[in-house]
């Protein structure tokens, strides 16, 4: 079973954070490993996820997507997009925000990087009570102002992060930093599969509710497992979560999608896993995008949250050891996709997730007939209209 | 002599005199490096025993908005590794005459390679390393590397490190023992901990090296309150606001300073 005890996958993963905060991650394990086999707690978050979120989610047959690539494959959209609060952020928080809950922590902090992990924990947050702080990048809370008044509608206090490049990675920089201060009091919330030992292990295994349910879903639907599973990657936490349930079946090819921005060549992408190096950041050993000496890089893509310059520790060990493949799609593919999908489903996507649709149209005419293939649909579009509207009307998004 | 033991000595030579050893932090290229040069000099005339030089990171989780704003003027330069170990050779082939013990996040160190940074850093006179992000479990690649060339393998401990994780990490701290004061990040304090003074008399009878007190110290009263305290006492945030204050001109201001912690590091 991986991680290992001290939380590495293989090289990656671990615990590089100040010492301080030590003792503070011994503590969530434990909690976390003593709940995780606690009947009361598990039933708890189930409810939750059933009568809060809407779980299960569908695994819908997208066949008109299916003609439109071709007709020779069977293509399944796993809708997270159809959650409450309109995307898979919420499965991680609600199970988060009830193990503080647990752990007796009163004060809830997150990170954001275009507002969906905020919002999300802002919301499981309001659900249960706790006080609720957001960190946001200062460029972020300009370009996701909406998010911002979301977040603030549910109660949390958003704060701006003025240092570094003003963006997702600054603000878990920020949120670290509360943490070391307050961490008898505060419990940190992190939005994906990143960050020092147990949080990848916990962000996980919380979102592997997706998984669990598509794999079911399919067996029943279609009584194999598929070909293909596809989810975007930033930090990864939807990939990980759909992913997990089916790294034992090795007859499923899984495809993590990655943001190539600009172009791969631009310096302006997100593609962490498939041109990034190995390194340290935020507590972590990992994938990351940085220059020569080690200074970490800026990342870009059209999708918010795939704009991160790292990635979980393990997609980084899932591409070491060949289990999953990492590739990525640029702006364009991905709006295209986004376009597309809108068109032939009448499902407007996340921007994020348009990028496994991408991925799926570059490649369905070389898949054989009667390919199964599983897209993740992590989030609905709504919150990225305004945004494709003016990068069509020919200004930047 | 070893850097670790040029560093231990430093701190010991400032107890025999009947004071804490001051090691100042100073985070190298901010605002260039000429100006560190000289504020190195400026350090070293003023009676500091050790200096603690920054080298910049991108991401630098555990420290306030001082060292943050520093870190951002530094990186301006794009300064290496490479250029960080020259200009230390540099300084001792000028005979400068205090250890120098780098701080730095882990990841420019990683990308480095431990085993290239540790000969390197040998061979530049550099005494050893901070890395405030490799916390115990973490380290042994480090650790091995650094007591192969000698260096100073600086360990953190915080308060909320149990006792018996303490006493272990004390066993593999060379050079001295880090104690951060408070739970929280770097940068100036006007109130420290009401029991710090308490923890480090416990932490000093478990560590076989000196130990070091540092973060939100800032002035003479509270060096003066911990120098019974601790084997040696780290002052940075407060002269890093006297160099972007000042710039070019912060060595003299810098010196008067640091002359004024050091007499204040006096156990009377």
């Known amino acids: 079973m991986l991680p290992n005890k001290q939380g590495k996958f293989g090289p990656f993963g671990g615990r590089f954070v100040p010492e301080t905060l030590m003792p503070a991650l011994a503590e969530l394990e434990e909690a976390y490993r003593r709940l995780k086999r606690d009947s009361g707690f598990r039933r708890e978050l189930a409810w939750y996820l059933r009568e809060y979120a809407g779980r299960p989610t569908p695994l819908y047959p997208a066949r008109r997507l299916s003609e439109a690539l071709g007709g020779h494959l069977r293509i399944y959209l796993k809708r997270e997009d159809l959650l409450h609060t309109g995307a898979h952020k919420i499965n991680n928080t609600l199970g988060q925000v009830l193990l503080a809950r647990r752990m007796g922590k009163r004060r809830i902090i997150a990170e954001t990087g275009a507002g969906q992990h905020g919002v999300a924990t802002a919301t499981a947050a309001a659900l249960l009570g706790l006080e609720c702080v957001v960190y946001m990048g200062a460029k972020d809370t300009v370009r996701q102002a909406m998010n911002v008044f979301r977040m603030e509608l549910l109660g949390a206090k958003v704060i701006p992060v003025e240092s570094g490049t003003q963006t997702l990675k600054d603000a878990i920089n920020e949120a670290i930093r509360d943490w070391v201060t307050n961490v008898e009091t505060t419990f940190y919330v992190i939005g994906s599969v990143v960050g020092p030992h147990p949080y990848p292990m916990i962000v996980r295994d919380f979102q592997s509710v997706i998984g669990r349910e598509a794999r079911r879903q399919i067996l029943k639907l279609e009584g194999r497992l598929p070909d293909m599973v596809i989810a975007c990657v930033g930090g990864g936490s939807n990939a990980m979560g759909i992913f997990y349930p089916f790294v034992r079946d090795q007859v499923v090819k899984l495809v993590g999608v990655e943001a190539a921005g600009q172009g791969l060549e631009s310096d302006r992408h997100s593609a962490t896993l498939t041109v990034g190096e190995p390194g340290v950041l935020h507590g972590m050993m990992t994938y990351l995008l940085q220059d020569r000496v080690g200074q970490i890089k800026g990342a870009h893509s059209i999708a918010p949250g795939l704009d991160y310059p790292g990635v979980g520790p393990e997609h980084a060990f899932l591409k070491e050891c060949g289990r999953a493949e990492y590739v990525a799609v640029d702006d364009e593919e991905a709006l295209s996709a986004f376009r597309l999908l809108s068109e032939t489903e009448g499902i407007i996507p996340a921007l994020e997730s348009a990028h496994a649709v991408a991925y799926l149209v570059k490649i369905a005419d070389r898949l054989p007939r009667d390919t199964i293939v599983v897209v993740n649909l992590s989030g609905r579009g709504d919150k990225d209209v305004a945004a494709v509207r003016d990068y069509l009307s020919g200004k930047t998004a | ?268």
């Open chain 2, 1 to 268: 002599m070893t850097g670790a033991e040029k560093v231990r000595q430093a701190i010991e030579e400032a107890n025999r005199k009947a004071r804490a050893a001051l090691i100042p932090y100073l985070c190298a290229w901010d605002p260039d490096l000429e100006t560190t040069r000289a504020l190195l000099w400026a350090l070293a005339e003023a009676g500091a025993s050790v200096v603690e030089l920054g080298f910049p990171f991108s991401d630098p989780l555990a420290d306030g908005p001082t060292i943050q704003a520093a870190t951002q003027r530094a990186l301006r330069h794009q300064p290496s590794l490479e250029d960080f170990l020259e200009f230390v050779a540099g300084l001792y082939a000028e005979d400068y005459p205090l250890p120098i013990v780098v701080m730095g996040y882990y990841n420019p160190f990683f990308r480095f390679g431990l085993k290239r940074f540790a000969r390197e850093a040998r061979e530049a006179g550099l005494c050893g390393a901070i890395i405030p992000d490799l916390p115990l479990e973490e380290a042994r690649p480090w650790l091995r590397e650094a007591r192969r060339r000698g260096l100073a393998s600086v360990m953190l401990v915080a308060p909320t490190t149990p006792a018996e994780r303490l006493e272990r990490i004390a066993q593999v701290s060379t050079g001295f023992l880090y104690y951060v004061s408070v739970t929280g990040i770097t940068g100036a304090r006007d109130r420290l901990p009401e029991d710090l003074a308490l923890r480090l008399d416990l932490c000093r009878e478990v560590s076989p090296v000196p130990v070091a007190v540092g973060f939100g110290i800032a002035r003479p009263e509270q060096v003066k309150m911990l120098a019974p305290h601790a084997e040696a006492i780290v002052v940075g945030s407060a002269l890093v606001k006297i160099v972007e204050a000042e710039g070019s001109r912060a060595p003299e201001k810098v010196k008067r300073f640091v002359k004024d912690l050091v007499s204040a590091a006096e156990r009377s």
